[in-house]
């Protein structure tokens, strides 16, 4: 989304107040409608098993194979910087249910407003692009209104992960930028720090997540392992 204020219509106080290259910027299309203050924080620790699924909602003029590849390379960024271990799973149709759902919105979604509007919408459950955006796939051109989705999945991510925005030169900078493709040191230095705090807010459960992680990948393998699931989402979810 643009600057909520300079999308009231309150541009003109901006002009008194702010020089030209802080309009440009406030001027720029937003991710999202996160924060632009405050820390992060984090659900997940550092060496735990996350799960996610991609809903079959992608958008039909993109090839779905380059989509699950372009999410998948961007989970796999946030993986190596923070130490998570990010793994896509089959949707609850076909499997069991992921800690994160990948999705698109519907034309009437409300959490959205059209075209040029928020990009996408993301929390440590999900991940939400605007289908009312036009999206773009690496090695396509460029068109008017239109949005790449690797440097938007990879800013969203960092969401799901508890990251708040970060500077202008991040990744995780409110502002879209369509060749940013790359988390910067300073986007890692934030993914260990909010993963850090996580760990050490809630030390005692720190087995438990740990336990999860193990027993996500065997769910439903045996009464045990079901009961030891169910305590650890007792914590968690």
């Known amino acids: ?106 034309p009437r979604d409300v959490r959205f407003d059209g075209p040029g509007g928020a990009l996408a919408k993301a929390d440590s459950k999900s991940l939400t692009f605007d289908a009312r955006e036009d999206w773009l796939l690496q090695g396509m051109a460029q068109t008017p209104g239109a949005f790449y989705l690797l440097p938007v999945a990879l800013h969203e991510i960092g969401h799901c992960l508890g990251l708040a925005h970060g500077a202008p030169s991040q990744v995780m900078s409110p502002y879209y930028v369509a060749n940013r493709v790359a988390l910067t040191p300073a986007d890692v230095a934030a993914a260990r720090a909010v993963l850090d705090q996580a760990l050490e807010a809630e030390p005692e459960h720190a087995g438990l997540w740990q336990a999860r992680a193990r027993v996500e990948a065997h769910r439903g393998a045996d009464d045990k392992a079901t009961a030891v699931f169910a305590r650890v989402a007792e914590v968690y979810d």
């Open 1 to 106: 989304i643009r600057d909520p204020l300079w999308s009231r219509g309150l541009g003109d106080v901006y002009k008194r107040q702010v020089g030209p290259k802080t309009i440009s910027v406030l001027k720029k299309p937003r991710h999202d409608a996160s924060k632009d203050i405050g820390a992060g924080v984090s659900v997940y620790m550092s060496d735990s098993v996350v799960t996610y699924t991609v809903s079959d909602s992608t958008p039909g003029y993109l090839s779905r194979q380059g989509v699950l590849d372009e999410i998948d390379d961007a989970f796999a960024m946030w993986s190596a910087a923070s130490g998570v271990k990010f793994e896509r799973i089959p949707g609850p149709e076909d499997g069991p249910d992921a800690d994160i759902t990948v999705d698109w919105c519907g």
